[in-house]
């Protein structure tokens, strides 16, 4: 299994900035790709964010030049840096991670973390 601990959220003022870090851990996984969704009170949880282990990144269109996914490879990190925030990414924001033990043929498993609420105010 792999835990993820979320940390960054918290309340902002349209037009502002805010940056969300996941620190992943696990013993002898292999994470394949990390990223962030959100759930907007009374809505579906949906994709924001996700970095694949080579670097590829994939974006929500609503986000897409206000957001960024870096990572620190070294740690097992991924942030979600948020900037000309709108009150309309008001929402828990959730941390995932899609992984497999590090042996050849081993099935992908995904683990979500705890969630961290993010509330932008007009």
């Known amino acids: 299994q792999v835990q993820l601990v979320e940390s960054g959220g918290g309340l902002v003022q349209g037009g502002g900035s805010l940056r969300l870090s996941c620190a992943a851990s696990g013993d002898n996984v292999c994470i394949s790709r990390m990223g962030w969704y959100r759930q907007a009170p009374g809505k579906e949880r949906g994709l924001v964010a996700t970095m694949t282990s080579g670097g590829t990144r994939n974006y929500a269109a609503s986000v897409v030049g206000r957001f960024t996914i870096p990572r620190d490879k070294a740690s097992n990190t991924v942030f979600l840096q948020m900037d000309n925030l709108e009150p309309e990414d008001t929402a828990v924001y959730y941390c995932?991670?899609?992984?497999?033990?590090?042996?050849?043929?081993?099935?992908?498993?995904?683990?979500w973390g705890q969630g961290t609420e993010v509330t932008v105010t007009s």
């Open positions: 995932n991670a899609v992984w497999s033990f590090c042996v050849r043929g081993a099935n992908a498993h995904e683990d």
